[in-house]
């Protein structure tokens, strides 16, 4: 697609359940990164990929948190046993390889999640 | 490791005033910063970014920013406010160690008839 698109755009769930987030980065982008943006808090860092590898696990907010990615392309950041306290709006961006990167990102819309 | 503080988590103008965003960062290696919008309800747009080079960037919608590295500074600015300037504006820095960008937490600035 011309953008990263990332689903669902809104998910309300209830505390204790799993919720599985997806980004469709841009075509050809080999770098894909998660955020998190909760009120007040700015951008909070969770993971990148490079082509399928995630070599800094370290940002995400602990082990119920996890991400993959398939095929370098299609991104899944899976939080598992939610709390209330996940609730925030989870961005993915996308970006050119490593190589010449100047780091500039390109951001979806965003996956505004709310645990009741 | 490299952060950024924005200076007010708000900012109001009059429209057709100038605007003057913020941003400091601390880097231990020459830094590559960046300015992103986000309009209502959607994701981050990058307004400019600043990597090598002449100092004084422009960007979209007239924005503009300066790195002056004796400040440690990277402030936006843009010359008279329009009412679709209203937005929240992130500053960031990349990490060419980490490959991340490490923003700041956002200044939103509200435009006023």
């Known amino acids: 697609g011309a953008g990263v698109s990332q689903s669902p755009s809104n998910k309300v769930t209830e505390k204790g359940k799993d919720v599985e987030l997806r980004c469709d980065p841009i075509?050809?982008?080999?770098?894909l990164y998660w955020y998190r943006q909760s009120l007040g808090q700015g951008l909070e860092f969770l993971i990148y990929?490079?082509?399928?590898?995630?070599?800094?696990k370290s940002g995400l907010p602990s082990d119920r948190f996890s991400a993959e990615r398939t095929g370098g392309s299609v991104s899944t950041l899976t939080i598992q046993r939610t709390q209330q306290e996940d609730s925030a709006v989870y961005l993915c961006?996308?970006?050119?390889?490593?190589?010449?990167?100047?780091?500039?990102?390109?951001f979806g819309e965003g996956s505004r999640l709310t645990v009741l | 490791a490299q952060s950024v503080t924005q200076l007010g988590s708000h900012v109001s103008v009059s429209e057709g005033a100038l605007v003057l965003l913020r941003c400091n960062y601390s880097?231990?290696?020459?830094?590559?910063l960046f300015w992103y919008v986000q309009y209502p309800n959607q994701g981050l747009q990058l307004l400019l970014k600043?990597?090598?080079?002449?100092?004084l960037v422009k960007g979209i919608n007239g924005f503009e920013a300066e790195f002056k590295k004796s400040e440690t500074s990277f402030h936006l600015t843009k010359p008279s406010a329009h009412m679709s300037d209203a937005a929240e504006y992130f500053c960031?820095?990349?990490?060419?160690?980490?490959?991340?960008?490490?923003f700041g937490k956002g200044t939103m600035l509200l435009v006023s008839p």
């Open positions: 075509s050809g982008h080999t770098a």
């Open positions: 880097s231990s290696v020459p830094p590559y």
């Open positions: 600043y990597t090598t080079g002449a100092t």
């Open positions: 961006a996308s970006s050119l390889g490593l190589a010449g990167n100047t780091g500039e990102l390109f």
């Open positions: 960031a820095v990349y990490s060419r160690r980490y490959s991340t960008l490490t």
């Open positions: 990929f490079q082509g399928n590898s995630a070599p800094d």
